[in-house]
């Protein structure tokens, strides 16, 4: 692995290059997931990235601006922001002697699945992969996490009910100190507790820029194939909602006729597509197989 450094816009993006030592048949940028995200994204891209090297496949991930050796902020980021940096990865990967322009792709976990959604829209990398991506908005995305996090509790009505409140005070631009008012007026119940421990008044500012974030107008503006990944067990991502909603724009007559779905769901994954803590059966091998077919 190589440490890379390439610009977007204002800011300078540090990542990992990784090219095969017989040569690479095809590139993948990893995207990194919701938060503070990393290169590896807290350990997980690396099993993936092993995988796709030894596979054939040259590998770049990058620290999400504002975190490791990037610069930038990423609460201040918008859903273009964050797509600008994974077309600018994209660049420098395609960019790379060893790598053929024309064969790479993007590989977004999670939050990082839109990005490439909204990236894919501006651009045309050779395929997309979202990795446990919800096709559903964030706000909609959340109350499914919250409602897990407690549907064994005769709560469960009333933490969604609340739930629901802070999305329309977000909506209605309340400040964080109002915000902060209904989950301390409820006194912070299991399953909200969690979810709003990390949010301070930054927080629930970029909270409230992205919760209406509609991945589908993406989705129907793609120019490639599409592999969406699922776990099936995943407690944070409406799984049927979201294959449901892909699918639809997938099947929407005015869609570039390269933009094909594939959609592989892990029975039994979680939101990494983990099962025991190991990445699910055939997961990687399906990716690699599906990123050699669509290029």
Not at 113 to 123: E, M, N
Request: aromatic residues 8%.
């Amino acid at each position: 692995m190589r440490e890379v450094r390439f610009g977007a816009g204002d800011v300078t993006l540090a990542g990992s290059l990784g090219v095969p030592a017989r040569g690479a048949a095809a590139g993948a940028v990893l995207i990194g997931g919701s938060g503070p995200s990393d290169r590896d994204n807290d350990g997980y891209f690396r099993s993936i990235r092993r995988y796709l090297l030894e596979a054939g496949i040259a590998v770049l991930s990058y620290d999400k601006r504002g975190v490791g050796r990037s610069s930038g902020q990423w609460r201040a980021a918008t859903m273009d922001d964050l797509a600008s940096d994974a077309l600018a990865a994209l660049a420098f990967l395609r960019a790379q002697p060893a790598v053929p322009d024309g064969k790479v792709g993007l590989f977004g976990h999670s939050e990082g699945g839109w990005v490439a959604l909204r990236a894919a829209a501006r651009d045309t990398p050779s395929w997309v992969i979202t990795n446990s991506c919800p096709g559903v908005t964030p706000a909609e995305q959340e109350r499914y996490a919250v409602a897990n996090a407690v549907r064994a509790s005769d709560s469960l009505h009333d933490v969604v009910a609340l739930y629901d409140r802070l999305v329309e005070a977000g909506r209605r631009d309340a400040d964080f100190a109002e915000a902060n008012r209904l989950v301390a007026g409820a006194g912070y119940p299991p399953g909200l507790a969690a979810f709003w421990a990390d949010v301070d008044a930054d927080g629930w500012e970029f909270l409230k820029r992205k919760q209406d974030h509609d991945p589908l107008p993406d989705a129907l503006r793609l120019p490639c194939p599409h592999l969406a990944v699922f776990g099936g067990a995943d407690a944070l991502v409406p799984v049927a909602d979201s294959i449901r909603l892909f699918s639809a724009a997938a099947c929407d007559g005015d869609r570039d006729h390269r933009a094909t779905l594939t959609v592989e769901v892990f029975p039994g994954a979680d939101h990494r597509v983990q099962r025991g803590g190991a990445l699910a059966p055939g997961y990687l091998r399906t990716l690699v197989e599906w990123i050699h077919a669509a290029r």
